[in-house]
């Protein structure tokens, strides 16, 4: 059964990177990146095996399990970001040193590394805020 | 994190916006995983083929190679992953000549920057094998995971911003994998088979890749009970880094820090995980498609060896590929070289095949060439490509180096799933 979240729940991860952004929430409990999954033209998940297939990212507080796969996230997340083609914020329950790379380099926020499972705290369509300084994601 | 007075100096801008950029990143990334410190690297491995640059980050290396090259030089020695476009080739792959400007401009930016353009990911078997214990900062992970692994060298995946940042300041944070306690096992895996062919290395590295929870988890490998060779040991880490992200597995009696499972795990060893062939198989016949349709033969990602080469041309010797078939070979421009002059790129050319030099399929535009060429169904003896490309329009299939070379010429696939 799918957990219903509640406004104003507060869940704890590891201080991250970038500046506090709020927007909708995308969740899935898959894996993540750039180059594996995404259509970054298109700026929706195009892997066929990812639950988000089909699915637009774009503006979107990203919530995911773990970063997989290959280093040239780093570059793309800047490059999707000038574009006006990347999500909001990248919300995982263990990022890899390119994610946080990625993340620093283009100026994304990222947290990671929370008390539960991320994934199935949040659900899509929740209007979250995600603040780096301090390592949270908060229900609105 | 603790800096030093250069650190310091660096982060402050004493020596440029270069440096500055570049201390910056080095202390985001530090902070992020709790790095106490930084450590030298004796050499970086910079991934940043122009697809994954974009304009934005091609437009942001234009800016540091226009400074002063007091603040520009890298200050450890640095080589580049594979290209995105063979220059010598692309018309032929019809890649645009946008893609190609962008290819020349990022090129033009690295060598202001003293970057060497070795354009290749088999640099430890090329360039300058890395040596135990030595601390690098490798990006393209299939070099990461086999300096870790099979050299017992010292580095977390780096990607292209953090890479040229270890480049330009010679410090790398000192977390993850620079550290002796993350190096240990965690999970323990027992193989009761010897993979026949290089795509079955490869299956096996993605069966373990796939079990991974994290790239903290550092699989262990028992019961391969002679070395395999350096090709295996490539494909069987590309395939792991690529399907689990994982930067480092050790082989019990094979890799240099696992002598045996007492050590390599600090302790009594965990139970193991059979690796069984039906599971290295099943694996493989996972991506045998519905019909026998056709379009492309890719052997990359890795780029292929000496060996390989001298393979494939034997493969290749005295046939044809169909017409209706394109079979591409990409390696790096030392070993097309050391093919030119040995005859095995005439062999395989002959055969109707193309040779590509400095580049890799998957960081060519695969997408955009797919399309150009109407490629879709793709046979590779790579697992790491066939993970990868999925994302990327196709249907990709993965077979042993001879099925796909019977494949390609006869224009279908031949054959059967197992």
């Known amino acids: 059964m799918t957990r219903q979240s509640k406004q104003g729940e507060v869940f704890q991860g590891h201080v991250g990177i970038g500046l506090r952004v709020t927007g909708e929430a995308l969740v899935a409990s898959d894996n993540f990146s750039a180059r594996y999954d995404l259509d970054r033209l298109k700026g929706i998940f195009s892997r066929q095996q990812h639950k988000l297939c089909g699915q637009s990212y774009v ?82 | 994190m603790k800096l030093t007075d250069h650190e310091s100096a660096m982060l402050a801008g004493a020596e440029g916006p270069a440096r500055k950029y570049a201390m910056e990143q080095v202390v985001s990334v530090g902070q992020f995983f709790d790095a106490e410190d930084c450590v030298d690297v004796a050499q970086v491995h910079l991934m940043a083929d122009p697809e994954s640059l974009g304009e934005e980050c091609v437009g942001f290396l234009e800016g540091l190679a226009a400074l002063p090259e007091d603040q520009r030089l890298v200050r450890a020695p640095t080589v580049t992953d594979p290209r995105g476009v063979d220059l010598q080739a692309y018309k032929r792959l019809k890649q645009t000549e946008d893609q190609a400007n962008l290819e020349r401009r990022s090129i033009a930016a690295f060598r202001a920057l003293g970057v060497m353009m070795t354009d290749t990911c088999i640099n430890y ?70 993979p026949k062919d290089l795509s079955e290395w490869g299956a096996l ?56 499972l007492q050590t390599v795990f600090d302790g009594p060893a965990p139970a193991a995980t059979p690796l069984t062939r039906a599971a290295t198989i099943a694996l493989r016949d996972s991506y045998w498609p519905a019909d026998d349709r056709l379009d492309v033969v890719v052997f ?71 399309e150009a060429n109407g490629w879709t169904r ?41």
């Not at chain 2, 093919?339 to 590509?356: F, H, K, P, S």
């Open chain 2, 125 to 194: 078997q090329t360039i300058m094998p890395p040596v135990l214990g030595e601390h690098l900062a490798f990006g393209d992970t299939g070099s990461s995971i086999y300096a870790n692994s099979v050299m017992g060298a010292r580095t977390n995946f780096e990607g292209g911003p953090s890479a040229l940042a270890a480049a330009l300041t010679g410090r790398t944070p000192r977390y993850g994998f620079h550290l002796d306690g993350v190096r240990k096992g965690s999970t323990h895996f027992e193989v009761d088979h010897r």
């Open chain 1, 59 to 140: 503006g979107k507080i990203l919530i995911l399990n773990a970063a997989k796969g290959g280093v040239a996230s780093a570059w793309m997340l800047r490059e999707m970001a000038a574009r006006d083609m990347g999500p909001a914020a990248l919300i995982l329950n263990f990022a890899n040193p390119i994610m946080a790379q990625g993340a620093a380099f283009a100026g994304l926020a990222l947290i990671d590394r929370f008390d539960g499972d991320i994934t199935a705290l949040v659900k899509s369509g929740d209007r979250v805020t995600a603040d780096p300084a301090v390592g949270t994601v908060e229900i609105l």
């Open chain 2, 205 to 260: 590295g993605a069966v373990v890749g796939r079990d991974m929870k994290s790239y903290w988890e550092v699989p262990v490998i028992s019961g391969v009970e002679s070395p395999p060779t350096s090709d295996e040991l490539k494909h069987f880490g590309a395939a792991l880094a690529s399907f689990g992200s994982t930067p480092l597995f050790h082989m019990t009696g094979i890799t240099p820090e696992a002598p045996d």
């Open chain 2, 378 to 418: 793709l046979m590779s003896n790579s697992a790491k490509i066939v993970n990868i490309l999925g994302g990327y329009g196709y249907e990709p299939m993965l077979a042993s180096m001879a099925h796909c070379v019977d494949s390609a010429v006869a224009g279908k696939i031949v054959g059967g799933a197992s």
């Open chain 2, 300 to 370: 990359a990602a890795p780029q292929l060896s000496l060996m390989e080469m001298r393979d494939l041309a034997g493969l290749m010797q005295g046939r044809r590929v169909n017409d209706t078939v394109t079979l591409i070979a990409a390696t790096s421009p030392e070993i097309k070289s050391a093919c030119d002059r040995m005859g095995l790129t005439a062999t395989i050319e002959d055969a109707g095949g193309i040779v590509l030099e400095g580049v890799c399929f998957y960081q060519m535009y695969a997408r955009e060439i797919g």
